[in-house]
């Protein structure tokens, strides 16, 4: 009976907590995934512009220091992230791994070189807080071997691009997506939320073990 009793006790506890710390996150960031159709790059004539970089890029609109933006799960559909990853003003990591951005200057970018599968995808998280009139801004991007941004209908030839302009989580209208031009019409962007069962499981198993793990002690 009594272990019942802590068996209910903490499977309430678990519930509530998780509803509390989903909801302080939901209201404090945004999670979305990024699917970018890239077979097109291994095909003339786009394919005579490789090797291709993928680009991000994380801009201060006036408070350093105040957002961050954090890549994750990467997916190549047959391709593969490849060379070191070039890293400018406090960007950090990889794209074969996770790239972090800190705003900790006006600009900061990180490239890196990719094999082009079929689809390229990530999981984006960002902050939301707010920095005034001209929002910190996150774009997704293509470089050809001249590292210049393949041409695209996006905001400066972006694939994707997003304002921190509200404490609100960003919701997928409000996340401008673009299609390559020319000889790259074949690419394009898609930008979905990520299924919220997804992120809960994994953190439901470890606050679970850390519970468990209290009432052994």
């Known amino acids: 009976m009594k272990n019942n009793l802590i068996a209910k006790l903490t499977k309430g506890g678990l519930t509530a907590l998780a509803t509390l710390l989903f909801t302080t996150a939901a209201s404090q960031a945004s999670l979305f995934h990024v699917t970018l159709n890239t077979g097109a790059l291994n095909l003339p004539p786009a394919s005579a512009n490789a090797p291709f970089s993928l680009d991000f890029q994380f801009n201060d609109g006036g408070v350093l220091g105040n957002n961050t933006a954090t890549i994750s799960n990467f997916t190549y559909g047959g391709g593969a992230a490849t060379g070191s990853a070039f890293a400018l003003g406090g960007a950090l990591g990889n794209i074969g791994s996770t790239v972090t951005f800190n705003n900790s200057s006006a600009f900061q970018e990180l490239y890196q070189t990719f094999t082009p599968g ?93 519970l468990v793990r209290r009432r052994r002690k």
């Not at 995808?121 to 001249?146: C, E, H, K, M, R």
């Not at 994707?160 to 404490?167: G, N």
């Not at 031009?181 to 953190?203: I, K, Q, R």
């Open 118 to 210: 079929s689809v390229l995808g990530f999981d984006v998280s960002l902050t939301q807080f707010v920095d005034g009139p001209t929002p910190d801004s996150f774009s997704v991007s293509i470089l050809n071997q001249a590292l210049l941004n393949i041409p695209t209908t996006g905001l400066g030839d972006s694939l994707v691009h997003a304002d921190i302009a509200s404490t609100s989580a960003l919701t997928v209208s409000q996340i401008e997506v673009a299609s390559g031009t020319g000889d790259y019409s074949g690419v394009n962007a898609v930008v979905a939320v990520p299924e919220p069962a997804t992120v809960g499981v994994g953190f439901c198993l470890a606050l679970t073990s850390a």
